[in-house]
């Protein structure tokens, strides 16, 4: 089992649309939480940081659910701007802290 | 300043050719990475430093050799490359080797090519 997973997708969906992605980590142990953004041939971007509480941003809402060890990013009133790659990153991998991404989930957003 | 400059923006070279890569913050960010990405995957790690100490080495062969001469500058040296070596490379730092803070930030990376 990888030790982050995400559905590649890709996501296709129309402006205005409602989108979830998930992604699921194997070490209990991980502590922190990234939701980051890829744009074809750019760097990633930190999108938001995800807390235990839960946290929003304008149209995007992260939640952390520790018990199943997944982390969710919510992205209301999708706009064509918000076609990206959106990559997971948990912080630890075998009792260490290593930075270590999922392998990100594609979203087209069309008119 | 909150960004990772990295230069330079693209590099072509032999494979008997050595050439370095190089990358600053002035964050005061005290753990810096490297990062190898093919097209269509999610960026792997290579190397960590820590307060400028390699902590981590993710069995990078060693035609790559990082070196951190400061607290703002990671270098990435190679030599004798493959073809298979080409991808974009990303220098990223964060507060700590946690990230718990802030996360990591990323540079725009170097596109190497190895012909």
């Known amino acids: 089992r990888k030790e982050v997973e995400q559905d590649p997708g890709p996501f296709n969906v129309p402006e205005g649309a409602t989108v979830a992605f998930n992604c699921t980590y194997s070490?209990?142990?991980?502590?922190?939480f990234f939701w980051y953004r890829q744009d074809c041939r750019k760097e990633p971007k930190l999108l938001m940081s995800?807390?235990?509480s839960g946290n929003e941003d304008g149209r995007f809402t992260a939640q952390l659910n520790r018990a199943s060890q997944y982390i969710s990013l919510l992205i209301r009133d999708s706009k064509l701007s918000d076609s990206a790659t959106y990559l997971c990153v948990v912080n630890i991998r075998g009792g260490s802290y290593i930075p270590t991404f999922g392998r990100g989930t594609s979203l087209i957003v069309h008119p | 300043d909150t960004e990772v400059t990295q230069t330079p923006k693209h590099l072509v070279m032999g494979m008997t050719n050595k050439k370095s890569l190089k990358c600053e913050q002035h964050?005061?960010?005290?753990?810096m990475y490297w990062y190898k990405q093919k097209a269509k995957k999610p960026p792997e790690l290579m190397f960590v430093?820590?307060?400028?100490?390699?902590?981590i080495n993710e069995s990078v062969p060693s035609r790559f050799s990082p070196e951190c001469p400061n607290s703002s500058l990671l270098n990435l040296h190679l030599h004798a490359l493959q073809p298979e070596d080409s991808a974009l490379y990303l220098c990223?730092?964060?507060?700590?080797?946690?990230?718990?803070?802030?996360?990591?930030?990323f540079g725009s990376g170097t596109r190497l090519t190895v012909v």
């Open positions: 430093y820590s307060y400028e100490k390699l902590s």
């Open positions: 995800v807390y235990s």
């Open positions: 990223a730092s964060s507060q700590d080797r946690t990230g718990v803070a802030y996360g990591y930030t």
């Open positions: 070490n209990s142990a991980s502590q922190s």
């Open positions: 964050m005061g960010h005290r753990a």
